[in-house]
């Protein structure tokens, strides 16, 4: 795997990552910026 994974990876890919704390982690961080992205458009 290359190390360029980021936040901007699809959900499909992220959730067919293994069971890890570092696909977690990722995870978190991928969610944590779309729910920002959601809540500065309401506001």
């Known amino acids: 795997m290359s190390s360029s994974i980021g936040p901007d990876i699809p959900y499909r890919f992220s959730y067919e ?4 704390a570092k696909s977690r982690r990722y995870l978190a961080v991928f969610c944590k910026q779309k729910v920002q992205r959601i809540a500065r458009k309401n506001t």
């Open 17 to 20: 990552l293994p069971e890890t």
